[in-house]
């Protein structure tokens, strides 16, 4: 039975029919966002857009990348229950990197969804933040970047906190 588990358990997950190994998302076709109610439909749409982009290596896929990025962000731009407060800081880390500024929007765009629209904007921050630094040591279609390397350092030595107040000011 011992030699049988491993070759049961391969058979199963070979044959399960679901987003096992990879994620998925298609941007709605025709979407559109001119009222509250269109933006209100895209909600979990959005989300699954904010957990595609975090799961998808930054050099993979780069045409579905920039389509999925523009969905997100025409969405949060225009969102009547989502803000994203952006500086410089924030853009920066799209220099080296590009598309770490939509994973940021992303995941104060998910952060908001998932927690029933919090208006906690320091948690929401920490999220974002938090799923960058995942992306950004996963080291999949990274370039080294010192900015952000102090950004892990952060978050690794537990000062996130210290590092929203000097570098992303938020009142909260």
């Not at 990879?22 to 559109?32: A, I, K, L, N, R």
């Not at 930054?58 to 009547?80: A, I, Y």
């Not at 927690?115 to 929401?124: G, V």
């Amino acid at each position: 039975m011992k030699k049988l588990f491993p070759v049961i358990i391969a058979a199963l997950l070979l044959t399960y029919p679901g987003k096992t190994f990879s994620q998925t998302f298609e941007v709605p076709d025709g979407y559109t966002l001119n009222t509250k109610d269109d933006y209100a439909k895209y909600e979990k749409d959005i989300i699954a857009a904010s957990k595609w982009l975090i799961a998808t290596p930054l050099n993979e896929q780069q045409e579905k990348r920039k389509e999925v990025s523009k969905f997100l962000v025409t969405w949060v731009l225009g969102s009547p229950t989502v803000n994203c407060e952006l500086n410089d800081n924030i853009i920066n880390f799209d220099k080296k990197n590009p598309g770490m500024m939509a994973l940021f929007m992303a995941g104060c765009a998910r952060y908001v969804l998932e927690n029933n629209y919090s208006k906690d904007m320091r948690a929401k921050h920490r999220a974002a933040l938090g799923w960058m630094i995942e992306v950004y040591k996963s080291d999949k279609g990274i370039k080294k970047d010192k900015k952000m390397e102090k950004l892990v350092e952060a978050n690794d030595a537990g000062k996130i906190d210290e590092w929203l107040a000097e570098n992303l000011k938020v009142n909260n």
